[in-house]
Structure formats: structure tokens, C-alpha cells
């Protein structure tokens, strides 16, 4: 989801609440989900000013759009 | 002639196969004075336009996103569609080629616009793919490969099961299709590589023997089938590390896997990893297994034959028409543990059946699967679509 929202790198990182708004998903729910995506390197954290913004990783793009090809 | 080419993926962008082979067309076509223009989608880190060896690489940034996947390549195809009608403000193109479904819209619309003959290059269908059509999506994809047919002066398949396929499924008619292979850049594997270094660098020890897979974690790959095969390879040659490279959506189920066999200790998972990588990886391997259950062509059953490895393939599709049972490869039956052991076990334990193999492989490779022959073939396509 966040490839298709286009959060595909630093300058496009979106915050959880963001993150939220497009997808109606609580925002425990999502820190969660994200959380195990970064451990799986699909998922960037960038920590700006205190302000975390998550972007997909190349890797990610990859591992999720595998289904398509 | 002026060739305007649309695909979602092209490198770095490497999501499946479509990558690499419009890679591999492109720089051919561009090689024999053709003026190549791919327009792709964007990727972190790369240029909006590049020259990559004579292509000439656009690269469209989507402005706008959507959550649901469809939604978005209706989005993208959008912007690609905005990138060929400012392209042809300069370059009267005399084509537009389309790789699957995904650039159908823009190749579609671009056709209207320019009023040019439109060629469609099928890779797979989603009804191969997916083994049936099982959900919405699917059947809008469906819906989209049936239209990127219809619509096309000429489609572009890579093997003779493919033509079967799109003739039963879509009604195609038969003349409007022709079957070009796919190609490898041979040239790859002939460096010198040190297969002693590049297993040390991976953990392999002296005496171990690698079996490798290399492809999507998808269900589609079989690769389910290898793991469930490793128990018994392990049994009868003892010695043996199985690395499987790749990512995709099915590889938590495919670790679980792994550990259910009692042997995770013998499986890897490498994730993507380079080219360079993969081709010292592939060079050094003991055994090349493609357990695919459905395969339109397999073009890394070519890599690991121009690689000098030895190929056990499942017995489907495409594959079936490269690897020539006890000539060029193993052949196995496909959705077979039993089947995919008893292929690798004998690669594994007959050194001068795997030579003999591997030195016919060679030959078949640099005989038939060209980027050049791939290159002609395809302008003579290009040239039909525009006669008819």
C-alpha cells in the first residue's frame, strides 16, 4: 500500500497518522504491522526532528509487487 | 525504426523476468541503429532519463497514489501515456510495444494517439499465473490481457505453449501470434570466476555441494515442492546446501516450510541479491533446480545453462521446450518431491552425465537463445504489424 501511495523514499515517507488516513487502519495496528516490516528490511524508518516517517524499501517494492509479475 | 517500448519494470527495477528481457531487446534493437525509447516507471536512486548502451531510458514519477493496487496501475499508466505524447512532439515513432497487462492502458491509448500499429509482448497470463481465476482482481486483470490481445496487430509469446494457451483462453487467432524465445547475455558467464572463493564467501564448506533455486517466492515457482524435496536429496548425497534467492510474498510459508523438514540448517533464504552475485553464485552451483508449476518460458533455466550448471526442471510450459530431457537438462515431474530429489540426486551423483549435459546446454544456448536473434525476429514482427 504504501508503493501505491507512492511513499517510496525519504521525501516521500509518510507519518502513521498519514498513514491511517489512506488506509482507515488504527494507528497501534499500523505501528505494529510496520514495525514487522522493518525487521524484514521492507520498510524504512526515517526520524527527522522527532518526526518518524515510514517509506517501502527497494526491497520491499520487490518482495511486494512480486505478485503481479 | 523508431520504437516506442512500455513496460513497469526495467532495471534497477527488477520485479520478474519482464526486466531483464526488455534489457536484454532494448539494448539489441539499439545495437542494430533502431531508436530505442522505453518509458518505465521510476525507481529510488535512478534518473528521470538515462542512456543505457544506446536505450534511451525514460523514467515517469506517478504524482498521485492510490491504496489499491489496480486503481494505481490505471494511475501510472496514466502518466506513462503523458510521457509518449511528449515524446512524439520529437520522435514520429513507427511502433509501440507493450510488455503484459500492466501497460496495456498506455500502449492502448498510445496506439489511438499516434495511430500506430500497437505489439503486445505476453509473458504469462493471469490464468496461468494464478491457476485459475479466483478473485476480482484476477478477472479484471484477465479482462485487461484479453483487451491488450484484441487490440494488438501482433502478439509476441516465448513458447509454443504459450501460443496454445492464449489461442484456447483469449481466441486469438493464430496467425496474429509468433512465438519468439526468450535470450540470455551469454557473455556474463564467461568471466573467470573462483567457484572455491564464492562458496567460502557464503558459508559453504569445501566438500559441500550447492543446490541453488533462483526465481520469485511465489506459488507459481514450485518452490515449495524443492524444500519439500530436501530431505530426501539430503539423505542420498549427504553433503549438500540448498540457497534459494529471491523474495516474494509466499517466502514467511517457505521458511515455515524449511523448518518443518528438520533440515533449515541446510536451507538458505538470500533474498534479491545483485547480478554480479548471482552469476558467481550460479557459475559455482552444483545443481540448478526450476520446480515451477506453471513457466511460460524460464529464462534462468538458460542462465544456468549458459552458467555451465546443471538444470533440473519441472516438466511444464516453456521449460519443457528448453531443456531437452537427458540432452541439454534433467527433466521432473512437476508438483513432485519425489520427481525434483531423484533429478538433483542424479546430477548430484553422476559427474560425467552432468558434464555431458552441461557442454550440450552450452552449445544450445549460444546457438539459439540470442539477444540478437531475438532482435531480428522481433523487427520482423514489428515490420508485419505495420504492413497489415
Known amino acids: 500500500m504504501l508503493h501505491n501511495i507512492g511513499a517510496t523514499d525519504s521525501g516521500r515517507s509518510l507519518t502513521v497518522e498519514e ?11 499500523i505501528r505494529e504491522n510496520l514495525q514487522k516490516l522493518i525487521e524484514t528490511d521492507c520498510i524504512h524508518l526515517d526520524s527527522n526532528g522527532g518526526i518518524e516517517k515510514y517509506h517501502i524499501t527497494t526491497n520491499g517494492i520487490r518482495k511486494a509487487l512480486s505478485m503481479y509479475s | 525504426m523508431r520504437i516506442c517500448m512500455l513496460t513497469w519494470e526495467f532495471p ?6 519482464i526486466a531483464r528481457h526488455c534489457l536484454g531487446l532494448a539494448k539489441a534493437l539499439a545495437k542494430e541503429d533502431h531508436d530505442l525509447h522505453v518509458v518505465t516507471l521510476e525507481f529510488p536512486g535512478t534518473p528521470s532519463f538515462e542512456d543505457v548502451d544506446g536505450v534511451k531510458v525514460h523514467r515517469v514519477r506517478v504524482d498521485l497514489g492510490h491504496p489499491n493496487f489496480i486503481t494505481w496501475t490505471f494511475i501510472f499508466n496514466h502518466f506513462i501515456e503523458k510521457e509518449v505524447a511528449v515524446l512524439s512532439r520529437d520522435v514520429e515513432f513507427d511502433i509501440v510495444h507493450i510488455h503484459d497487462w500492466l501497460t496495456a492502458p498506455a500502449g492502448i491509448s498510445s496506439k489511438r494517439y499516434l495511430d500506430k500499429p500497437l505489439v503486445s509482448t505476453v509473458h504469462s497470463t493471469e490464468n496461468g499465473r494464478t491457476q485459475g481465476l479466483h478473485n476480482r482482481d484476477s478477472y479484471l486483470i484477465d479482462g485487461l490481457e484479453w483487451w491488450m490481445t484484441y487490440e494488438a496487430k501482433k502478439i509476441i ?12 483462453h483469449f481466441r486469438v487467432p493464430s496467425d496474429k501470434i509468433a512465438v519468439i524465445p526468450n535470450a540470455i547475455d551469454v557473455s556474463k558467464y564467461r568471466r573467470h570466476v573462483d567457484q572455491r572463493a564464492v562458496k567460502r ?3 559453504i564448506g569445501p566438500y559441500e555441494r550447492l543446490v541453488l533455486f533462483v526465481g520469485r517466492l511465489v506459488p507459481q515457482k514450485g518452490v515449495e515442492y524443492l524444500i519439500r524435496a530436501v530431505p530426501n536429496i539430503i539423505r542420498q548425497n549427504g553433503e549438500v546446501r540448498i540457497f534459494i534467492t529471491g523474495d516474494g510474498w509466499s517466502k514467511n510459508y517457505l521458511e515455515d516450510l524449511a523448518r518443518a523438514t528438520g533440515y533449515a540448517d541446510r536451507i538458505r533464504f538470500l533474498g534479491f541479491i545483485s547480478d554480479s552475485e548471482l552469476v558467481e553464485l550460479t557459475v559455482s552451483a552444483d545443481a540448478l533446480v526450476i520446480p515451477s508449476v506453471y513457466e511460460p518460458f524460464g529464462i534462468v533455466a538458460l542462465e544456468g545453462m549458459a552458467a555451465g550448471v546443471p538444470v533440473v526442471a519441472a516438466d511444464v510450459g516453456g521449460l519443457a521446450e528448453i531443456v531437452e530431457r537427458d540432452r541439454t537438462g534433467v527433466t521432473v515431474y512437476t508438483r513432485n518431491p519425489e520427481s525434483i530429489a531423484w533429478g538433483v540426486n542424479r546430477v548430484l551423483s553422476d559427474s560425467r552425465y552432468s558434464e555431458r549435459l552441461i557442454q550440450n546446454a552450452k552449445k544450445k544456448v549460444e546457438e539459439v537463445y540470442s539477444w540478437e536473434a531475438v532482435a531480428k525476429r522481433t523487427v520482423e514482427v514489428y515490420e508485419e504489424a505495420c504492413r497489415a
Open chain 1, 19 to 29: 498513514i491511517s488516513t489512506w488506509t482507515a487502519m488504527e494507528p497501534e495496528k
Open chain 2, 157 to 168: 509469446i516465448c513458447s509454443s505453449s504459450m501460443k496454445g494457451e492464449l489461442e484456447h
Open chain 2, 201 to 203: 564467501r557464503f558459508g
Open chain 2, 12 to 17: 534497477p527495477r527488477i520485479v520478474g523476468g
